[in-house]
């Protein structure tokens, strides 16, 4: 039992739960060396080393809590609702206040990791309003809406309306040429009238 018990090494376990350990083993091994002790001494060192044995402790294993608190540390808080940002601060404090504590158990780490985990997952991001442009009479409208009103004013191919100088340069045409049309008129009316 003592030589199955010196294998065990300090630094896998719990410093609590090893001192206890380690002071049952040094008195097993006192009664071992001794010889005028009772067989109910050497039976009760004994029985202090195998229960402080399987009392025994386990260092956690707080790679998962480290990688989720990492993870976590990436995140912004301006991208989320106010609501689940500070859910996860909490999850984050006690996730922190387990990975710090030397004694923690593997069911203290996993809890804290799950929790973490879970206030991550639950994460609700914020919705960005659509980009706002200002038409020229101060009424606001979407970029998607203006290019959609731009492109229903778009005269079709074929239906193109003349532009103001052109109708106006054609009007004035068409009254020269009447005028010159009367004038020659009268001339020719005035030339056969006098013969």
Do not use: C
């Not at 989720?68 to 940002?85: I, P, R, S, V």
């Not at 079709?156 to 068409?174: A, L, R, W």
């Amino acid at each position: 039992m003592i030589k199955q018990a010196e294998q065990m090494k300090a630094a896998d376990y719990t410093k609590t739960s090893f001192a206890a350990f380690a002071s049952a083993l040094t008195a097993a091994k006192e009664v071992q060396s001794s010889d005028n002790v009772s067989q109910k001494v050497v039976d009760a060192a004994k029985a202090k080393l195998v229960d402080t044995m399987n009392a025994l402790v386990k260092v956690a294993d707080k790679h998962a809590l480290a990688a989720a608190l990492a993870d976590a540390a990436k995140l912004h808080e301006k991208d989320y609702t106010n609501d689940t940002w500070q859910n996860l601060q909490i999850a984050i404090a006690a996730a922190k206040q387990v990975l710090s504590q030397y004694e923690s158990t593997q069911a203290e780490v996993d809890t804290a990791t799950q929790q973490l985990r879970d206030a991550q997952a639950k994460l609700v991001k914020i919705e960005k309003a659509p980009d706002i442009e200002r038409e020229p009479g101060g009424q606001a409208t979407s970029a998607k809406s203006h290019a959609s009103q731009k492109g229903q004013h778009q005269p079709k191919n074929g239906d193109e309306m003349p532009e103001t100088g052109e109708v106006t340069n054609m009007s004035i045409g068409f009254v020269g040429t009447v005028i010159l049309a009367l004038i020659a008129g009268m001339m020719l009316w005035r030339k056969q009238r006098r013969a």
